[in-house]
């Protein structure tokens, strides 16, 4: 039976009110305090005017006062719309009329309405509406091929699947799970109800980028036993410091490919910890299948996505979406308890994209991954079928980035790829063509910087005469030169 997050929270407090439920820099809440800050916050929205069913972004750094949001936001029957508080300005003005915000948490934007999240006076005598398991919990933005971003509707009835009773990994009261993710990120959605509706600690790392080179003391100081990073940190982590994972029961990790080297590696240093690849979607909250890597498994060339997460479907479609047989590669389609309700906003892209199974009638979302499903279930990742790709675990559709090149005055047209600098990193590079005389690349990424995200902002700028063309009249990205990584000029 499904549930809500508010009322599978309620019950925790109930039950442990006195547990730790989030601590931080700045200090810690127990449940009952949680429970009764958040009471108080969505009295107080209540009373600025948001109702059932409205948005309220939330725009805060890592700290007790963004879960108190979260919650509280929750609470009031509203769905959450994360907001990177790094983010430009332009960029978040967007998304708040886009979410049709009724009020933001967090830092001051022109046009909205402002609260803060100031610990509570006394008990919240407002009422609380009804929260319904099908009520949209939280909106999420990933990157859009067409140029903009979209927006993913998820209710309450899916996380409450994702993270009640997981059967990818054990969390306890005894628990403690590390919040390190972008709050922007689903990443974030396990790491923070996973906790709380597990009666666990979610421990809130502190504002701002954590280098590898600290994560093991944070993780020893708060005890941390559960910890996500995305492959990328994951690999970072296991070469600048093997031996930070120690003391963790469980680490998972995933977003993209994980390394089978890396795997090797931190299973000899550290041989009594639980590894995990999360494989998911945004669209099928943060994680559809999982796999626990065994001790002594033999990992050949990938580590598997694994297995479906409990009321989680994945099928094997061929290109006329029919499933195919075991071992048989083909698209990944997601079904179950854990699909969006759809992008926010965007009825054509959520016919597209969510779809009835031919053979059952029943709703799938179409990841773009391409997989194979073994006779035992478990599911190997084989890569994507359209352009879409991972930079440093962010989803990136080119389309978005070559969009807002191409705003540029300057810019006829563009391209987006990434290319492996000398050094091993993956970077974003950006192919442009002039349109007229003068291009300042200076200026061009100025540009990027004040629109885009910087995970979006191109490393490398190369000018081209033209860009090349495949046959069926689409920009071949593989065919664009491999920049001169040793002039100067393409960085500005
Ligand atoms: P998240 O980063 O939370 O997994 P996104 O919506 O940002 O979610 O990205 C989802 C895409 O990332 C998937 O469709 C897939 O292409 C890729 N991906 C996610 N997890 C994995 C994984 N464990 N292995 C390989 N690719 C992955």
């Excluded at 959605?189 to 080179?213: C, D, H, K, S």
């Amino acid at each position: 039976m499904s549930t809500t997050v508010t009322d599978a929270f309620r019950c925790r407090a109930a039950r442990t009110p006195d547990a730790v439920a989030l601590s931080a820099e700045q200090g810690s809440l127990s449940y009952a305090e949680l429970d009764r800050w958040s009471d108080a916050l969505a009295g107080e929205l209540a009373e600025a005017g948001v109702l059932p069913g409205d948005r309220v972004a939330v725009c805060l750094e890592r700290s007790p006062q963004l879960v108190v949001a979260l919650l509280g936001v929750l609470k009031a029957g509203a769905a959450y719309v994360p907001i990177d508080p790094e983010d430009p300005g332009s960029r978040v003005s967007m998304m708040l009329a886009d979410a049709d915000v009724s009020l933001v948490i967090g830092q001051f934007f022109a046009g909205f309405t402002t609260l803060k999240v100031s610990p509570p006076a006394g008990r919240s005598t407002v009422e609380l509406p009804a929260v319904a398991p099908e009520d949209l919990a939280y909106l999420m933005y990933t990157s859009g091929s067409t140029g903009k971003p979209k927006s993913v509707m998820i209710e309450h009835r899916n996380i409450t699947n994702l993270v009640t009773g997981p059967n990818y990994v054990d969390v306890t009261p005894g628990d403690r799970i590390l919040q390190l993710a972008p709050v922007a990120f689903d990443a974030a959605t396990f790491e923070i109800w996973g906790a709380l509706l597990n009666g666990a600690r979610v421990v809130l790392a502190p504002p701002g980028v954590v280098q590898a080179e600290e994560l093991g003391d944070l993780l020893r100081s708060n005890e941390i036993s559960v910890l996500w990073l995305t492959a990328a940190l994951f690999h970072r982590q296991i070469d600048v410091d093997v031996a930070a994972f120690k003391g963790l029961h469980t680490v998972m990790t995933g977003g993209d490919v994980v390394s089978v080297p890396h795997v090797r590696q931190l299973r000899e240093a550290v041989p009594e910890l639980q590894i995990v690849n999360g494989y998911g979607p945004t669209e099928t909250t943060t994680f559809a299948t999982c796999h626990r890597i065994g001790a002594d498994e033999d990992l050949g060339g990938a580590v598997p996505i694994g297995t479906q997460l409990q009321n989680v479907e994945v099928v094997v479609v061929d290109a006329e979406g029919k499933p195919v047989e075991p071992g048989t590669p083909g698209e990944l389609w997601i079904g179950g308890a854990q699909v969006a309700r759809g992008y926010w906003k965007r009825p054509d892209l959520t016919d597209e994209k969510f779809v009835r199974g031919g053979w059952n009638g029943e709703r799938y979302y179409r990841t773009g991954d391409q997989g194979r499903k073994r006779a035992d279930g478990v599911v190997e990742f084989l890569g994507r079928i359209d352009d879409q790709f991972k930079l440093r675990g962010f989803r990136i559709e080119p389309g978005e980035v070559e969009n807002a090149l191409t705003e540029h005055p300057q810019v006829r047209t563009a391209a987006v790829s990434l290319r492996t600098h000398p050094s091993g990193d993956r970077r974003l590079i950006a192919w442009v063509v002039k349109s007229g005389e003068d291009l300042d690349k200076r200026v061009l990424k100025a540009h990027m910087r004040a629109n885009m995200p910087e995970h979006m902002v191109p490393a490398g700028f190369v000018v081209v005469d033209e860009l090349p063309i495949t046959n069926n009249g689409k920009t071949d990205r593989k065919a664009l030169p491999e920049p001169d990584w040793t002039s100067k000029s393409l960085y500005v």
